[in-house]
């Protein structure tokens, strides 16, 4: 029998991709010293701490299994056609995940059982073979794990029980499925993937005003968080997609904010907006206004909804300054009618990819970055609270606009 302190905690595992870099947070509500596993000497220094940040490196192999002649493969390129269609999937594409179970009737895949989920990476696709990697998303990276203590739950006798592991736990979700192929990007061009069910023209759509949250209070605070960690004092920010809320709470005073958006009556009630302009970016991706007018550019839970992203993104690199920002969150609700159909075929953490992929294509921004926050309690303030467990999460991705005086 052992006497211990449980207490909430919050962890993060970071690494980098290419010209990106990665930080997914998982949040812990219940975490015990004495038998949960951290890695290195992780659960003594945060012991030692108050609530201070503690991370510690971890080498290729050292906590995911690095074999690629274990987890490497090539099969037969209509069995696996023939295994997808019968659970309904599109694919393969290469570069793209897909659950594990999908491969159970396919020779050469090894031991697979129909009901997993763990994901597995699409390398190529030729008529007749399929590669694929069956390792973990993120095995062959080095990575950094951290975290910290939150509340205190009280000193209590423990004599056994469950327990975690930190580092699987954190990566189990998805981390590293936001990665493009080291060997090049990742196939987003079927047909209909930009297309949507509802095809009627968007100012029917958005006609009505939803003076809304359309994500819970926790996660709006994540994206604030974000938000104000880019936005300097004296900025021009560009609120992309806009509403009548910005969530650019606590950013300085001589911040001057112009929201871009669909329905004007919302825009109108945005007390953080300054001036706004109403433009269907679907039927007309180029943008208002000359080049190099903004320093920051935001585009909150909206992403979804660009049918021309890459157009659209190309123009946002215009009419930043060289060095200026682009930051697009985004959450796990939205309109199915309006989002398009790729959306809702990618795993949450693929979508963090596909939005980097639109960086990418411009050929104009640098610096590009990902993070997310899972598995935070949902708020009691929110609607769904007593039947959703957890938090809406958040997935933040950025970029840096090429170019001289960048910050």
Not at 63 to 76: F, G, K, Q, R
Not at 156 to 181: F, N, W, Y
Not at 300 to 306: A, I, K, N, Q, R
Request: with cysteine.
């Amino acid at each position: 029998m052992h006497t211990t302190t449980p207490a909430s905690a919050e962890f993060f595992v970071r690494w980098r991709s290419g010209n990106a870099t990665h930080r997914d947070w998982h949040y812990f509500p219940k975490l015990n010293p004495w038998r949960d596993f951290m890695p290195g000497d992780l659960g003594e220094r945060l012991q030692d701490e108050s609530g201070g940040l503690v991370e510690v490196p971890i080498a290729p192999g050292d906590a995911i299994p690095v074999s690629e002649s274990a987890h490497h493969c090539e099969l037969s390129g209509a069995t696996v056609q023939q295994a997808f269609q019968r659970r309904r999937l599109h694919g393969p594409f290469s570069g793209r995940f897909y659950p594990r179970g999908v491969l159970a009737p396919v020779n050469g895949a090894g031991t697979v059982y129909s009901q997993e989920l763990e994901p597995f990476r699409v390398l190529s696709v030729d008529a007749d073979r399929v590669a694929v990697d069956l390792g973990h998303p993120l095995a062959g990276y080095p990575l950094t794990v951290g975290g910290r203590i939150g509340e205190r739950l009280g000193v209590k006798e423990e004599r056994g029980g469950s327990c975690h592991d930190i580092v699987a736990d954190i990566t189990a979700g998805g981390p590293g499925m936001q990665c493009p192929l080291p060997t090049g990007g990742v196939d987003y061009g079927q047909a209909d993937n930009f297309a949507r069910e509802d095809t009627a023209d968007d100012e029917v759509f958005y006609a009505q005003p939803r003076m809304v949250q359309h994500i819970d209070s926790q996660a709006r605070q994540f994206i604030n968080r974000v938000y104000r960690r880019v936005v300097q004092p004296g900025d021009r920010v560009l609120d992309l997609m806009s509403s009548w809320v910005s969530h650019l709470d606590g950013v300085p005073s001589s911040v001057t904010t112009t929201g871009l958006g669909m329905n004007r009556a919302e825009l109108a009630a945005n007390p953080e907006l300054h001036d706004y302009i109403v433009h269907d970016l679907n039927r007309t991706p180029r943008l208002p206004w000359e080049n190099a007018e903004f320093d920051v550019a935001v585009c909150t839970v909206s992403v979804e909804y660009l049918t021309q992203p890459y157009q659209v993104f190309a123009e946002v690199a215009r009419v930043l300054r060289p060095g200026g920002r682009f930051v697009v969150t985004f959450s796990d609700r939205w309109f199915p009618p309006k989002a398009i159909r790729l959306w809702s075929r990618l795993h949450p953490f693929e979508r963090m990819g596909l939005v980097l992929d639109y960086f990418r294509c411009s050929e104009t921004f640098t610096a590009l970055g990902t993070e997310s926050w899972v598995g935070w309690p949902r708020p009691e303030d929110d609607k769904y609270y007593g039947r959703l467990l957890d938090s809406d999460p958040v997935f933040a991705v950025w970029g840096e606009r090429s170019g001289e005086n960048s910050r």
